[in-house]
């Protein structure tokens, strides 16, 4: 009962489709304008339906310069256990891997391996194809909120989400299960936990030990999302920019960067690109636990009428919308590839 009031008292716990209720009105009326209710497709012309939906994180990672992201191998759900087997034998790659879907859903069968075992584990599981990534060196995270109007020479920052990952710091009489419950955010994750963690989750700690229970920066996975805007500057902007510009058809979307020190990250050193999101995109600094729902509402609109106007320019340069009967299909795709992620 604890956790439910939490929920509702908390509207960054509030579902999806009540979030973006009032949205639904204003992407109506801009479906009436452009007649078409896909319109969004072509505002990142070269990703897959413009990043919205059924959108391979493989052929994303294919438009970033190699340099800006992890080593990255695609794995085909259809792939056999010697195959498999073969592939992490000959694979360049060093334990412990990030297994995430190749079509993913915040942060769902996102899973930290450490060991052929537990790939091989998840292989069995998976019913989608998946991605191994090299684990990222750099401790911190942000989300990078970019927007570039096809015909402008430079691009801005629109927003940052810092995020602070769930972790706890041991008292030596408590486990590690009661001290999450201590912290409804953490609470929250007991029953995902308990499957990841097993016996390790009644381990008591030691007193001052501190350890980070998820190593992503999911929200639904506990992490607390921080506005953390207020660090965008000239300097900063710049980088960015010239990173997203090298991004072939990219004007809308937010970068996942893990990163050393923000003043690294300011200077283009020290950081690597988790994911590149498109039309789908959240600027996740909304959902700071200080900010009210209108002000939520307010950033949405703002954002949804630049993912507007810029697939109107792009749709006037010849990207084509997807037809009414073309969305449908890829909606339904989507619904029926998430089911499988659920059921992870």
């Not at 497709?41 to 992201?69: D, R």
């Not at 991605?131 to 909120?145: D, R, T």
């Not at 999450?180 to 990841?196: D, F, S």
Request: charged share 20%; glycine share 6%.
């Amino acid at each position: 009962m604890k956790l439910f009031f939490y929920k509702l008292t908390h509207w960054e716990y509030w579902p999806f489709q009540v979030v973006y209720f009032p949205i639904s009105f204003l992407w109506i009326y801009f479906s009436l304008r452009e007649r078409s209710l896909f319109f969004f497709n072509a505002v990142n012309p070269t990703m897959k339906n413009g990043g919205f939906f059924m959108v391979s994180k493989a052929e994303i990672y294919a438009l970033i310069p190699k340099q800006y992201y992890p080593k990255t191998c695609f794995v085909s759900a259809a792939l056999s256990i010697e195959e498999l087997e073969a592939l992490l034998k000959n694979s360049p790659f060093n334990f412990p891997l990030i297994a995430k879907p190749d079509m993913g859903l915040r942060g769902a069968a996102v899973k930290k391996l450490e060991n052929s075992a537990a790939v091989i584990q998840y292989h069995k599981q998976a019913q989608f194809d998946y991605l191994l990534q090299a684990l990222i060196p750099y401790p911190n995270e942000v989300g990078i909120f970019y927007v570039r109007y096809p015909n402008e020479k430079k691009g801005r920052i629109t927003g940052i989400v810092a995020k602070e990952f769930l972790t706890i710091i041991g008292d030596g009489k408590n486990t590690r299960a009661q001290l999450l419950r201590k912290n409804p955010r953490a609470a929250m994750q007991l029953e995902v936990l308990q499957e990841e963690m097993g016996p390790r989750l009644h381990e008591v700690l030691p007193e001052g030990y501190s350890e980070r229970i998820v190593p992503f920066g999911n929200h639904c996975r506990g992490t607390k999302f921080i506005d953390a805007s207020s660090w965008i500057t000239p300097q900063l902007t710049k980088t960015i920019d010239e990173i997203c510009q090298q991004i072939d058809g990219f004007y809308y979307g937010r970068l996942d960067i893990m990163y050393s020190t923000i003043d690294a990250l300011t200077q283009g050193e020290n950081f690597a690109i988790v994911e590149l999101n498109g039309a789908m995109s959240e600027p996740a600094h909304i959902y700071d636990p200080a900010h009210s729902i209108g002000y939520a509402w307010c950033t949405l609109f703002k954002h949804f009428m630049d993912l507007f106007k810029i697939s109107k320019i792009n749709h006037r340069q010849g990207h084509r919308y997807l037809s009414f009967k073309e969305g449908i299909r890829q909606y339904q795709l989507h619904r029926k590839h998430n089911q499988k992620i659920f059921k992870f």
